[in-house]
Nanobody, 125 residues
Framework: QVQLVESGGGAVQAGGSLRLSCAAS????????LGWFRQAPGKEREFVAY????????YYADSVKGRFTISGDNAKNTVALQMNNLRPEDTAAYYC??????????????????WGQGTQVTVSS
């Protein structure tokens, strides 16, 4: 079992920045890699970013490349998502998710075994 707790959401104006954090705990936490998804009202949950546990390889959705940065701290079992130059279309509930540590299929939400409760990000124009 892995428990995930997100923090750091909030409301900002367009062009602003926010930093989300996710803390993983549980007996299997050290064997899982972490990623971020988001879900806007009326839309499907979509992939945002992923980082492998062993070599810190990072992957991003095209919509956030160059604006968002995912980073990890294996010693603390945490992952962060630095979000810069935020846009109104980034408004969504952001979810941390855990999956076995491999590269393929990282954008598929069905490949993730555990999810956090979500944190809201609201960007106003």
């Amino acid at each position: 079992q892995v428990q995930l707790v997100e923090s750091g959401g909030g409301a900002v104006q367009a062009g602003g920045s926010l930093r989300l954090s996710c803390a993983a705990s549980g007996r299997s936490a050290t064997t899982y890699a972490l990623g971020w998804f988001r879900q806007a009202p009326g839309k499907e949950r979509e992939f945002v970013a992923y980082i492998t546990r062993s070599s810190f390889l990072t992957y991003y959705a095209d919509s956030v490349k160059g604006r968002f940065t995912i980073s990890g701290d294996n010693a603390k079992n945490t992952v962060a998502l630095q979000m810069n130059n935020l846009r109104p279309e980034d408004t969504a509930a952001y979810y941390c998710a855990a999956r076995p540590n491999y590269v393929s299929d990282y954008g598929n939400r069905m490949s993730y075994n555990y999810w956090g409760q979500g944190t809201q990000v609201t960007v106003s124009s």
